[in-house]
């Protein structure tokens, strides 16, 4: 899978479970997503032009259960859920 192909699914679905590895080399389990318009007014970023041109390998994701925005690098991606489909041993291309 590629960043453009997650990025597009993280945004037509309103919840993915997304597991990657931190920085620091812990596992971290995030319900997710970068729809929009699911989100409440409050927690819309501000000048979105350019929140889909991010050449670097985060991703900008708002956390569900933090309320918060959060980001994680794509090559650290474990699996990702989405509703019926698991993706896992994440091979990047």
């Known amino acids: 899978m590629n ?3 997650l990025l597009d699914l993280l945004k037509t679905n309103s919840r993915a ?3 990657f ?3 620091n080399g812990d596992t ?3 319900s997710c997503t970068r729809q929009i318009e699911s ?3 409050e927690f819309v970023p501000k000048g979105t ?3 889909d041109q991010d050449a670097s390998e985060q ?3 708002f956390d569900l259960e933090s309320k918060g925005w ?3 690098n794509f090559n650290r991606i474990q699996s990702v859920k989405l509703k019926e489909y698991t993706f896992e041993n994440f091979e990047i291309e």
């Open 21 to 23: 590895e931190k920085a």
């Open 49 to 51: 032009s350019n929140f």
């Open 28 to 30: 971290r389990v995030m």
């Open 70 to 72: 959060r980001s994680f």
């Open 17 to 19: 479970i997304v597991t």
């Open 39 to 41: 989100l409440a007014e």
């Open 3 to 5: 960043k453009k192909i």
């Open 59 to 61: 991703i900008r994701v």
